[in-house]
Nanobody, 127 residues
C-alpha cells in the first residue's frame, strides 16, 4: 500500500484545512485507516480513524473539530480540520493497517503500532 498526503500548510488560529491522502495498492473501503500527527521530540499520536464498516474514532483533543472521511471512488482519505489551534501544529501522517495488522487496528485504532503502512507526512502550522 502506498499513501501520499497533501493539503498541509500554514493557517491562522481558528482557520480550517483539509488534508488528503491518496491510496494505491489496495482498496480504501477494505482497510482500516487513520491520521496521526507528530511534533519533534514527541511520540506520534493518533488523531482520527475509520474502517471498512465506516466506524470512526477521534482523539479527545480533536473531537468536534476534525472529521475523517473517505471517497472510495477516488480511493482517497480526508481529514477536515476546523477551528485549528496552535497546538495542532505538527506533521500529519496517514496510515493504513492491512492484513494481520487490521485486527490490531480494530482493537487500538489510535495506536501507531497498529499500522503497517505510512505516508511521508505533510506539515500543518497554526499561528
Amino acid at each position: 500500500v502506498q499513501l501520499v498526503e497533501s493539503g498541509g500548510g500554514s493557517v491562522e488560529a481558528g482557520g480550517s484545512l483539509t488534508l488528503s491522502c491518496a491510496v494505491s495498492g489496495n482498496r480504501l473501503n477494505r482497510m482500516c485507516v487513520g491520521w496521526f500527527r507528530q511534533i519533534p521530540g514527541k511520540e506520534r499520536e493518533g488523531v482520527a480513524y475509520t474502517d471498512d464498516d465506516g466506524t470512526t474514532s477521534y482523539a479527545d483533543s480533536v473531537r468536534g473539530r476534525f472529521t475523517i472521511s473517505k471517497d472510495n471512488a477516488r480511493n482517497t482519505l480526508y481529514l477536515q480540520m476546523n477551528n485549528l489551534k496552535p497546538e495542532d501544529t505538527a506533521v500529519y501522517y496517514c496510515a493504513a493497517a492491512t492484513g494481520m495488522a487490521a485486527a490490531q487496528a480494530y482493537r487500538d485504532p489510535l495506536k501507531k503500532d497498529s499500522y503497517n503502512s505510512w505516508g511521508q507526512g505533510t506539515q500543518v502550522t497554526v499561528s
